[in-house]
């Protein structure tokens, strides 16, 4: 074996990389089970716990140390359908942006335009924009666009004379920069709602925001706090000096309102002790340096003399002469993350709301002074006029950018309108007067405090530009964030999907199981058919299995329940390598070879099989991850780092434990004496049969036909569109009493279907599905309570998932072109690597046979069968697998044929011996890849849980038909057109 050395290396790196990507999933769930000991079931003391050492060492490693929040952004995360939680896909309201760039016209043709563009944009791959410019011009002939938008604040982007392409490009400009906006706004937000590794991704190419937020269970929480208005604001600013007096007096009412230490003497001696020289301000400033030497008694003492300072410490710093003094400008105090909820609890109780003047208001920054340190700032804000509000609205800020200054540090130009101009220049001018006093403008967005820049001089002309300690990301932040305020584009939930923690861990439970199960199932069989070979084979499996959740922790995968359906797969998939070259080894020992000699063949003769193989399932893979959204993601990243981890211990790893075997003079068996003659000498007449099993699939097919149009598709809400529930009963229930309630109450026809077991049910409704507003979530969910109110078996909503018509026609027309893109490059591929367009034809039509062959059993047999038979995004991943599986099985027989051809007694032959001798030479591998994988699919089928059962069983009749075709469907085609060929050339010569 060459490269030894090498691959020892490259498995030990491997493996040391693995078990410290792993380590810190290890380390977080240690941390939190001591959090829950500790809580004893109090969830808000479990949580102040984590909080309290977010920022402390939990993980040491003798050379470096982590703290928990390090740790647990590394572990393995779960997904929605794990932890529980919602997922939700915002989309921003581009009607309500072209309206507002339009200052909201009242021309009908103009506003026509939008509402039919709306209505396209639910069946077209179009963007708004464009369907928009579209509908504009066919509603009047020559019209032009530029009279609209040619406004005082688009002056500058604008012009009168405009054509109608360059203001199309305009509001696409508009329309990117709404989202991009949107997007920065909904992370803050996301940030501040205090959820665990939540997830915001921006879909390129659309004005959908994907958001994930596990173990969220507040759902109209959730929805008013991503649908609600950005409100900008620029706010006038006290000076840290004027306010700390009054949080003096607010640290006096706090402890005046607390009970008395028991033992006063005590606190009394301790209060004394820690009075440093200086008196309470310099007490107060050092704080940070004397804590870790007080005692826990002192620190006792100190929160009840000081309960305020004890959480927030004072701005202050050492002045010229070096005593501590209070620091200059709006900043008047610093908290942790975790003591800011305490902090406002003081601030808003009775006594203390009564003592703070109407015109301060003291609010948070909304990022930490530093990533690691989790502390942020307080600032003090002083309202303007008798309401008490902000001084300007951020509605007046026309454009801002992110910029360079002269000495090419980061800024940003932001630019007003004249109204906000000439507010600006009396702001600016008040808050600059003093020269040795000059004050800051706060920059506030839904009460945070973005940033609070110190005005050098009076702004006359609306113009300003902001620096301070930007980075570029900073600074493109702070730019979206002043056109917050400026034409706001609403963002409508228009998908949603929350999973109760119920559903969630019964999900877990069966992930695990069916894990369990399917990798006892594959070593069970692997050492009964191959013997100590077999045994080989199952350690290669452990090492596949360790190495496969060390990559997915080090790239930070999440854990879905179709991902643990990837991992189960991968386990019938990881011993296909293994069983090429065993089955080939065996051939080689037929032949007369020593046991080392024909390990040795068997792996460099099984390698061109291999490699095709897999890299044609990888393609599928690629496929599914571009093409997927949410829990497909993870299945498609399982599958494809699965499968290099396969490749890496079937090849590599079992190798080195047959060469240590070997160097050890052990005894290695590849079967036992019952199964080395299984298959052996098979001579079916697959070729001669073919035209029988045309007819089999082409009357399956037929009939799969008929019944697509005819009785059509149980399609999933994430193809139609709708709300669907899963709901729990307290007794078993009768489905169709629940439908006919139902429907009546909805007036509408509702799908009903058992899930799972006799007391739950799946509903799936169109009941108000164009309405996205929080009004008709509510409706709706009374609606269906209502119904289920009148069945008289008390219920509970365990998950709920929306969808609108827009995203299910993007997804479906998605799904659609992944099926056929993977097709496609499938028969490139191998037409590229076999040159024979016979080939490649024979794999096109198997893979579209097998693609038919499944739905048209799903078509023929729903309804019939007692689960779910939906068309949904987890059936297409699941063909979308049986495709790459199935050119796994096809490429192994096209493999023995290449070599078949190439040897010289089969030149003279007959081509149609030659195939069949080669898929009947191949028949024990094809079945036994086919075994392992289908044992596999089976226990998850069982095992699973009701959520994946239609996924598994598409997978499940999709190898079995997959393996079918292979044999018995794409050789015999390459027959057909290497016949053709033969007779062609036959004819030339002639």
Known sequence: MQSKGLIKFATIALTIGCIYSLSFTWVAKQVEKDAREYAKGNPEKERAYLDSIATQPVYNLGFTKFNYQYVKEREIPLG??????????????????????????????????????????????????????????????????????????????????????????????????????????????????????????????TNRILIELPGVSDEDRVRKLLQGSAQLEFWETYDNTEIFPLLENINKIIAASLPAAKDSTKTGTAAKTTSPDGGKLAQLGARKDSSAKDTSAQMLAQAKQNPLFAILNPNVGQGENGQTSLGRGPVVGYATQKDTAKVNTYLNSPNVAAIIPHNVRLLWGVKPVSPESRVFELYALKTSGFEGTAAMGGDVV?????????????????????????????????????????????IVLDNNVYSAPTVQNEIPNGISSISGKFTQNDTKDLANVLKAGRLPAPARIVEEAVVGPSLGQAAISA????????????????????????????????????????????????????????????????????????????????????????????????????????????????????????????????????????????????????EWMLSKEMP?????????????????????????FYLISGTFITLGLISMFTRGFSLGVDFKGGRTYVVRFENPVDIEKVRNTLDETFQTTTEVKSFGSDNQARLTTSYLIDQNDDATELKVKKKLEEGLGKINNKSEILSSQKVGPTVANDIKTSAIYSVIFSIITIALYILVRFRRWAFSVGALVALTHDVLLVLSFFSLFNGILPFSLDIDQAFIAAILTVIGYSINDTVVVFDRIREYLGLHHSKKDDMREVINSAINNTLSRTIITALTVVFVLAVLFVFGGEVIRGFSFALLIGVIFGTYSSICVATPIVVEFEKKKKETLETVKV
């Open 80 to 205: 929605l359908d794990l932890a529980g939680g919602m997922n939700v896909t915002m989309e921003i309201s581009l009607t309500e942006l072209v309206k507002n760039l339009a200052n909201q016209t009242n021309d009908a043709n103009f506003n026509k335009a939008l509402s039919n563009a709306e209505g396209r944009l639910k069946s077209s791959q179009k963007d708004f924009i464009t369907l928009f410019g579209e509908e504009f011009e066919s509603l009047n002939n020559n019209g032009r666009l530029a009279p609209f938008f040619a406004t005082r604040e688009n002056s500058s982007l604008v012009k009168p004379d405009a054509s109608n392409r360059d203001v199309l490009k305009f509001l696409q400009a508009q329309a990117n920069s709404a989202v991009e906006r949107s997007f920065n706004i909904l992370r803050t937000r996301i940030d501040k709602f205090g959820v665990t590794s939540p997830n915001i991704q921006l879909q390129e190419g």
């Open 511 to 658: 992930g695990l199981t069916s894990c369990v199960v399917g990798l006892i199932v594959v070593l069970i069989f692997m050492m009964i058919y191959y013997n100590r070979a077999g045994t080989v084979a199952n350690i290669a499996v452990f090492v596949n299995i360790f190495f496969l959740m060390g990559v997915l922790a080090s790239i930070g995968a999440v854990l879905t329940l179709p991902g643990i359906a990837g991992i189960v797969l991968t386990l019938g998939m990881a011993v296909d390598a293994n069983v090429l070259i065993y089955e080939r080894v065996r051939e080689e020992l037929e032949h007369g070879k020593s046991i080392r000699i024909a390990i040795a063949d068997g792996f460099k003769h099984a390698m061109p099989s291999i490699l095709d193989s897999q890299i044609t399932t990888f393609l599928t893979g690629i496929i599914l991850y571009v093409f997927g959204t949410g829990p497909i993601l993870g299945f498609a990243t399982t599958l494809m780092v699965g499968i290099i981890t396969s490749l890496f211990t079937a090849i590599f790893i079992s190798r080195l434990v047959f």
């Open 668 to 692: 290695i068996k590849f079967s036992h004496p019952w199964s080395s003659h299984t298959f052996k000498n098979a001579n079916f007449a697959f070729v001669k049969n073919r035209r029988i």
């Open 398 to 442: 026309t454009d801002a950018r992110a910029n360079v200054d002269d000495r090419g540090n980061p800024e940003v130009v932001m630019y007003m309108n004249s109204d906000g101009a000439r507010q600006w220049k009396q702001i600016t001018a008040a808050a600059s007067a003093d020269q040795n006093n000059k004050r800051s403008i706060a």
